[in-house]
């Protein structure tokens, strides 16, 4: 079968013989290339589900996030208020005498809150692996605080929740996992 150059649609056969179409290439292809490597130009509407469903189907995911990211996401973006409320702590129980670090401090805590909240709610994989990695970390503060201080069993509830709920959910899974 002869393809003309007007065809809309390429049409490549695999090693196995399922056949793919895809759309012409149209622009720089190196940095086609380079942006399908890094993921950017994937949007959410190309995930797939984890139905086990044939590849012939569309079980595509919508551009919300499921349930389980959605509330990793808002856990996260709502740890921005422990900087804020230390920053508060010290501008008003405190002197005054040097803020500078206390105040970059609590800015690069919030940003970073933020920016992972964000990044797991847009499905960017380095996001759950910060997320994951900085959950266990309050999870082993709060072990190693848990004979000294009450306020043991949250720092642990927190980072377990958040470490689980982006690993163990399919639906998590699937939103991460680009096709």
């Given at each position: 079968m002869a393809l003309s150059a007007s065809?809309?649609?390429?049409?490549?056969?695999?090693?196995?013989?399922?056949?793919?179409?895809?759309?012409?290439?149209?622009?720089?292809?190196?940095?086609?290339l380079s942006d399908s490597l890094s993921g950017m130009d994937i949007g959410n509407h190309h995930r797939r589900?984890?139905?086990g469903s044939s590849p012939d189907?569309?079980?595509?995911?919508s551009s919300r996030p499921p349930l389980p990211v959605l509330i990793a996401a808002l856990l996260v973006t709502a740890g921005a208020l422990v900087p804020l409320g230390l920053l508060v702590l010290v501008l008003t129980e405190f002197e005054a005498r040097?803020?500078?670090p206390v105040l970059l401090l609590a800015l690069v805590g919030v940003g970073v809150c933020a920016s992972i909240g964000y990044g797991l709610w847009r499905g960017?994989?380095?996001s759950r692996i910060v997320a994951v990695v900085l959950g266990v970390l309050v999870l082993l503060s709060g072990l190693n605080s848990l004979g000294s201080s009450n306020s043991g069993f949250l720092p642990i509830a927190y980072g377990a929740l958040v470490a689980l709920l982006v690993l163990v959910p399919a639906s998590a899974r699937a939103w991460f996992r680009h096709s």
């Amino acid at each position: 079968m002869a393809l003309s150059a007007s065809d809309a649609v390429i049409v490549a056969v695999d090693s196995s013989g399922t056949d793919f179409n895809h759309p012409p290439c149209v622009g720089l292809p190196l940095a086609r290339l380079s942006d399908s490597l890094s993921g950017m130009d994937i949007g959410n509407h190309h995930r797939r589900a984890a139905t086990g469903s044939s590849p012939d189907e569309s079980a595509w995911v919508s551009s919300r996030p499921p349930l389980p990211v959605l509330i990793a996401a808002l856990l996260v973006t709502a740890g921005a208020l422990v900087p804020l409320g230390l920053l508060v702590l010290v501008l008003t129980e405190f002197e005054a005498r040097n803020l500078v670090p206390v105040l970059l401090l609590a800015l690069v805590g919030v940003g970073v809150c933020a920016s992972i909240g964000y990044g797991l709610w847009r499905g960017w994989r380095g996001s759950r692996i910060v997320a994951v990695v900085l959950g266990v970390l309050v999870l082993l503060s709060g072990l190693n605080s848990l004979g000294s201080s009450n306020s043991g069993f949250l720092p642990i509830a927190y980072g377990a929740l958040v470490a689980l709920l982006v690993l163990v959910p399919a639906s998590a899974r699937a939103w991460f996992r680009h096709s």
